[in-house]
């Protein structure tokens, strides 16, 4: 019960930095949105701090984790492989091509 008034209250506050954003327009538009970013800031704090938001914080460490460990290739590796696949898409252009001007005229020869 606890972490659903936490996170109602997170949404409330959330929303009410949005209406104030955009409900004071006279004021400067630096200052609405450090106001917007200092209450959705303390929105997350507190939505962090239910279960649910332990969980999402835990996803989002193990998920950097994750991305640590992955192999990035080269940018040699990355030049051929977009090469190759610009390749094999104008080889694949070209026979669709060819595909469809031969039904096309095997269309035109049955109909005339």
Do not use: C
Not at 30 to 53: N, W
């Amino acid at each position: 019960m606890a972490d659903n008034i936490k996170l109602i209250v997170a949404v409330i506050l959330l929303m009410a930095a949005i209406a104030l954003f955009y409900g004071y327009p006279e004021y400067s538009t630096l200052l609405r949105v450090l106001g917007l970013l200092a209450a959705a800031g303390v929105s997350v704090f507190i939505a962090s701090r239910t279960a649910m938001g332990g969980t999402v914080l835990s996803y989002i460490g193990d998920t950097r984790v994750e991305v640590r460990k992955v192999v990035w290739p080269s940018r040699q590796e990355t030049l051929q492989t977009t090469m190759i696949v610009i390749l094999m898409v104008m080889i694949m252009a070209l026979l669709l091509w060819a595909v469809d001007s031969v039904l096309g005229w095997a269309v035109r020869a049955l109909t005339l």
